[in-house]
């Protein structure tokens, strides 16, 4: 049914470089001193430098992680998998917070990204220090404005709401960017405040409060069935319909098959269905 083909260099298997990372995953990292295993964190090879990292992060070595990940003439991989491995004693709440703060100001922008996500990883650890995320959603770089939406909405801070707003005004045509305003303001905004949103001129806003809607369960996204828009309509109509539906919401659904002019075909199926689930003899009348 398949098959699973290697492709390799003629003679490349003796090259120091395979033979050295070959060599270092044999014998494993348990028995590497602190030093050794700080050496193999910029590593050429990406087990090497991830096992060096584990091997630390078990061994409780922040402050060595620590040192790592904030030295600027450090590898930008040897800083990477130091931010890493502190995050996983983070996630543990075996380090401290405040030791990793200052790297949200760091001129490297992917550490910046890296920081902003190990501290959306560890919500017990970084609640305390989470509104320090907010201004990195204006930050230069794309993937820092990203990690720092996706953390402020694991970590739900309400005061991230107005620029997760403007973030998502600014940015929401964009999908990937469109997913971390979802997942900002599906965990720091509430109903009542996603909700308001429908009378936005941003039709990028209204659908990823649609969206963040829909992952809350809110029976409040009804009120975007009459949208303007037909694609924030549609996406109202899937995010009551679709997967366990919001059961509030589905009268309203059930009620646009009497709106002759929605044509799309996405939101008369779930209009016609929710009548189905509907069963009462109201929902038998508009299909009649």
Not at 9 to 22: D, I, L
Not at 104 to 127: N, V
Not at 202 to 227: C, H, M, T, W, Y
Request: include cysteine.
């Amino acid at each position: 049914l398949g098959a699973v083909w290697r492709l390799d260099v003629a003679g490349a298997a003796v090259r120091p470089e395979r033979v050295e990372t070959h060599r270092l995953l044999k014998a494993g990292f348990a028995q590497n001193t602190d030093a050794e295993l700080v050496a193999r964190l910029g590593h050429a090879d990406q087990r090497v430098r991830q096992g060096a990292q584990l091997a630390l992060a078990q061994r409780g070595r922040g402050a060595v992680l620590l040192a790592v990940a904030t030295d600027a003439k450090a590898s930008q991989l040897a800083r990477i998998h130091g931010v890493w491995g502190y995050g996983q004693l983070l996630r543990r709440s075996a380090a401290a917070v405040a030791g990793v703060l200052p790297l949200l100001a760091d001129a490297d922008p992917e550490l910046r990204g890296q920081t902003a996500k190990i501290l959306g990883d560890a919500p017990q650890a970084a609640k305390a220090a989470a509104e320090k995320l907010i201004p990195l959603l204006t930050d230069s770089a794309p993937r820092v404005r990203l990690q720092a939406a996706i953390a402020l909405g694991k970590l739900a801070v309400p005061a991230a709401v107005e620029a997760l707003v403007a973030f998502a005004a600014k940015e929401g045509t964009d999908p990937v960017m469109r997913h971390a305003a979802v997942v900002g303001l599906t965990g720091c905004a509430t109903a009542d405040q996603l909700a308001k949103h429908r009378e936005h001129a941003s039709v990028p806003l209204r659908l990823i409060s649609v969206v963040a809607l829909r992952r809350q369960g809110s029976a409040k996204v009804a009120e975007f069935l009459g949208d303007a828009e037909g694609t924030v309509v549609e996406e109202a109509a899937r995010a009551i319909h679709d997967d366990t539906s919001i059961p509030g919401a589905l009268p309203a659904l059930a009620a646009l098959v009497d709106t002759p002019a929605l044509r799309s075909d996405v939101i008369v199926r779930r209009a016609l269905n929710a009548n189905l689930r509907l069963g009462t003899p109201a929902a038998a009348g508009r299909l009649v």
